[in-house]
């Protein structure tokens, strides 16, 4: 039986008065799939309650920093207790070393970072250091990674660029995009000659550790070496960087960020978080090398700052959050990816529904589609029809999935068994759902 939702769709009419879509942040207004948002009033575990009352399991996660579930009893108890003591000092607090310390600690090659309040600004920031580095202006991404709503940065993007199919941004400028070259994922040949013809021109390489914002299309090795060593190696050998973007797979994909599956031999000299970092606040950060790192003023001359950032709520979270990310914390993550996605295939299989799993680490997606997903090209030939039937069935029978074929499926600790069989349920429903075109 489909939900009531009068009262989020009272909401989402007050809302679309007065906010742009009603939403802000695009993919929340459910744009790709149609019908009405849920207005979530609370969540805890891994259930969310919406304004009508309904109850949905979640694989959303707020698009990766619940990694411990809703409302973790720890969490909250650390951010009451800091607010008890203040909301922000724009002055610094113990919380934000401690923070970057366990970031520091996990992660080798990062020796420095600042901390930030979203992904956007670490990408933003990490892009003007590199820029400032190497006295160069070009920087390379790749079509399908997502690295937020920076300028230089939103051609060919994933996620909401993505699931509404746009080739960029309007309001960018000419000559930013002139300086951002967009080559096709896990294309050496393509890097190599871009390489060759304009290597003493580009600052930096951006790539997502392992893209999660077009599904996920984890790095291939070609002859032994990975994609991100090999981006490593490349830019390196023309004087540029390598910037990589964990803010999604950061602390998700496993403990040490995806760079703790992939990362032998080879450093990115930048990396980028954010999401888990915060465990629900806004956070981000950027951080690497010591000697890029100290260009950042005051000491040097990359100019860079935030009102909020190291706030002490935020920093509170993200202590928190990583205190509950053990070893056995992450057996459970990989229990429950392994265990959801052995459920999906099951139901989709026995539809008949052609579908894709993959995964990087604990992170997974499903594409609608029969053949592996290596590029942007080959994402968005999936069925978006097929998922977005398959969407509406979860919803309906209480699933809560990001609401766009190219986004990953995001589990916590508190994704138990029980959970999983209250998705079980529902999934030969949505897979015949999806089947029926
Ligand atoms: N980089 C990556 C890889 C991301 O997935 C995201 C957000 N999904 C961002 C950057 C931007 O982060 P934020 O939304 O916090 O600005």
């Given at each position: 039986?489909?939900?009531?939702?009068?009262?989020?769709?009272?909401?989402?009419d007050?809302?679309?008065?007065?906010?742009?879509?009603?939403?802000?942040?695009?993919?929340?207004?459910?744009?790709?799939?149609?019908?009405?948002?849920?207005f979530?009033?609370?969540?805890?575990?891994?259930?969310?309650t919406?304004?009508?009352?309904?109850e949905?399991?979640?694989?959303?996660?707020?698009?990766?920093?619940?990694?411990?579930?809703?409302?973790?009893?720890?969490?909250?108890?650390?951010?009451?207790?800091?607010?008890?003591?203040?909301?922000s000092?724009g002055?610094?607090?113990?919380?934000?070393?401690?923070?970057v310390?366990e970031?520091?600690?996990?992660?080798?090659?990062?020796?420095?970072?600042?901390?930030?309040?979203?992904?956007?600004?670490?990408?933003?920031?990490?892009?003007?250091?590199a820029?400032?580095?190497?006295?160069?202006?070009?920087?390379?991404?790749?079509?399908?990674?997502?690295?937020?709503?920076v300028?230089?940065?939103?051609?060919?993007?994933?996620?909401?660029?993505?699931?509404?199919?746009?080739?960029?941004?309007?309001?960018?400028?000419a000559?930013?995009?002139?300086?951002?070259?967009?080559?096709?994922?896990?294309?050496?040949?393509?890097v190599?000659?871009?390489?060759?013809?304009?290597?003493?021109?580009?600052?930096?390489?951006?790539?997502?550790?392992?893209p999660?914002?077009?599904?996920?299309?984890?790095?291939?090795?070609q002859?032994?070496?990975?994609?991100?060593?090999?981006?490593?190696?490349?830019?390196?050998?023309?004087?540029?960087?390598?910037?990589s973007?964990?803010?999604?797979t950061?602390?998700?994909?496993?403990?040490?960020?995806?760079?703790?599956?992939?990362?032998?031999?080879?450093?990115?000299?930048?990396?980028?978080?954010?999401?888990?970092?915060?465990?629900g606040?806004?956070?981000?950060?950027?951080g690497?090398?010591?000697?890029?790192?100290a260009?950042?003023?005051p000491?040097?001359p990359?100019?860079?700052?935030?009102?909020?950032?190291?706030?002490p709520?935020?920093?509170?979270?993200?202590?928190?959050?990583?205190?509950?990310?053990?070893?056995?914390?992450?057996?459970?993550?990989?229990?429950?990816?392994?265990?959801?996605?052995?459920?999906?295939?099951?139901?989709?299989?026995?539809?008949?529904?052609?579908?894709?799993?993959?995964?990087?680490?604990?992170?997974?997606?499903?594409?609608?589609?029969?053949?592996?997903?290596?590029?942007?090209?080959?994402?968005?030939?999936?069925d978006?029809?097929?998922f977005?039937r398959?969407?509406?069935?979860?919803?309906?029978?209480?699933?809560?999935?990001?609401?766009?074929?190219?986004?990953?499926?995001?589990?916590?600790?508190?994704?138990?068994?029980?959970?999983?069989?209250?998705?079980?349920?529902?999934l030969?429903?949505?897979?015949?759902?999806?089947a029926?075109?």
């Open positions: 039986m489909t939900p009531s939702t009068t009262l989020s769709g009272d909401l989402f007050r809302a679309r008065r007065v906010i742009p879509s009603g939403v802000n942040s695009p993919v929340r207004a459910f744009g790709s799939v149609g019908g009405t948002p849920p979530l009033t609370s969540a805890k575990g891994a259930l969310l919406d304004a009508d009352g309904n949905y399991v979640d694989l959303v996660g707020s698009w990766g920093p619940m990694i411990l579930g809703h409302a973790h009893d720890g969490v909250v108890e650390a951010v009451r207790e800091a607010a008890g003591r203040g909301l000092f002055a610094p607090q113990a919380g934000e070393v401690s923070l310390e970031v520091v600690r996990r992660i080798g090659p990062v020796q420095q970072l600042r901390l930030v309040n979203s992904g956007t600004e670490a990408t933003m920031s990490a892009l003007r250091v820029r400032a580095a190497t006295s160069r202006d070009v920087v390379v991404k790749f079509a399908g990674c997502y690295h937020g709503h300028d230089a940065l939103l051609a060919e993007a994933g996620s909401g660029v993505a699931t509404f199919a746009m080739p960029g941004s309007a309001g960018v400028t000559s930013t995009a002139r300086d951002t070259v967009v080559l096709p994922y896990g294309d050496r040949e393509a190599t000659a871009l390489f060759a013809e304009r290597g003493d021109e580009i600052a930096a390489v951006i790539t997502e550790a392992a999660a914002n077009m599904g996920v299309v984890p790095p291939r090795e002859d032994g070496t990975g994609f991100n060593r090999f981006l490593a190696e490349t830019a390196h050998a023309a004087g540029a960087l390598l910037i973007d964990e803010v999604l950061g602390f998700r994909a496993g403990k040490e960020g995806y760079y703790g599956i992939d990362g032998d031999g080879w450093a990115p000299d930048l990396m980028t978080f954010g999401k888990v970092i915060g465990g606040l806004p956070v981000g950060a950027f690497g090398r010591e000697d890029l790192m260009l950042l003023a000491s040097g990359v100019y860079q700052a935030g009102t909020l950032s190291g706030n709520l935020a920093t509170a979270a993200g202590l928190a959050t990583f205190a509950g990310l053990d070893d056995a914390a992450y057996r459970v993550l990989d229990e429950a990816s392994v265990a959801l996605r052995g459920l999906v295939a099951d139901a989709l299989t026995t539809a008949g529904v052609p579908h894709v799993i993959q995964t990087a680490g604990t992170l997974f997606s499903v594409f609608f589609r029969d053949a592996p997903v290596e590029t942007y090209e080959d994402a968005k030939a999936q978006t029809e097929a977005t398959f969407f509406h069935a979860m919803l309906d029978g209480g699933v809560y999935l990001p609401p766009s074929a190219f986004e990953a499926w995001f589990v916590s600790t508190a994704h138990t068994p029980a959970v999983l069989d209250r998705i079980a349920e529902v030969p429903v949505a897979a015949r759902a999806a029926q075109s």
